[in-house]
């Protein structure tokens, strides 16, 4: 049996344990690329396991009484409760104080608390594995033919950049514009408005969002971040079903104005297309592109 010096060295970061730095690369990808939500929605309610410890749990619920409870402030004993979404007949104020965003630990519910808007039918989140693997293939073309571009210029001695700028241009808009004709042909269509409240904020945020979500105002989906210790902002996301319904995606942020929560806050509002995100497509990205497809300032001008 190994020592724990030994046991260490297997398993540290160094270690080849975890495969070559290719393998590696892969697997950090696919780990950061996880999206966890399909399985808590779709298959972690019909595992026997799961329908097991909500009978449990009914049965103790219907035994157990408590003066410090008001049962009619309480959803419906048939209803469960999912640990980091509102439930089906679960009223807004219980699920706003059972799961408030400034004091919920990710590490109890995960990094998003969710709700989904109830006049709407549920929408796949499209093949995001199909779009992780040709979208990265279209940045690695990409990278190709600006690197050539690049290493030209260089070998021209030019003493400024702008021609190189003229020639990557036009590469950028065609990547751009592939990426988000993968997006509609995967049906990875989502896009959402981001809200950057402070964590003095976000409980006053997300329940004015929460209560617009409820009577159908916004888009198909909303989250809000949970506390990760951070101290800093907080993300809200406001979804919308397409990015390229445009009329849908201003009428959204037309009512986050409505509302007041547009201009708000430390940040501005950006819309982004899910499509960027799966790809880490970040404000700071190596292919210039940018990140956000809408401001409100745009969509709001003339309003």
Known sequence: MPSTTATDEIFSDESSFYGDDDEKTKLEAQVSSYDPEPFWVGTHPKLLSTMQQHLRASSTRAKATSPDVCMSDAPPETDSMPRNKRGKTEPVDHFLSRLPPSTTETTVVG?????????????TSGDVPALLRRGRELLQEYENGSAILREAHDRSGAKTTAALTRKLNPLRKELEKDILDLARETGVTNGKWMLFPTVGQVDEFWGVVVRAMEKGELGDAVKVATNGGSG???LICVYTADFGDVE???????????LGLVGKGPRSIYYKSDAFTHLDITSKNEYGLKASMYSSRELLEGK
Request: net charge positive; charged share 30%; no cysteine.
């Open 111 to 123: 990094p998003w608390i969710w709700m989904y808007n109830p006049h709407l039918p549920s929408k």
């Open 232 to 234: 800093a902002s907080r």
């Open 248 to 258: 849908d995606v201003k009428r959204v942020v037309s009512k986050l104005d409505d």
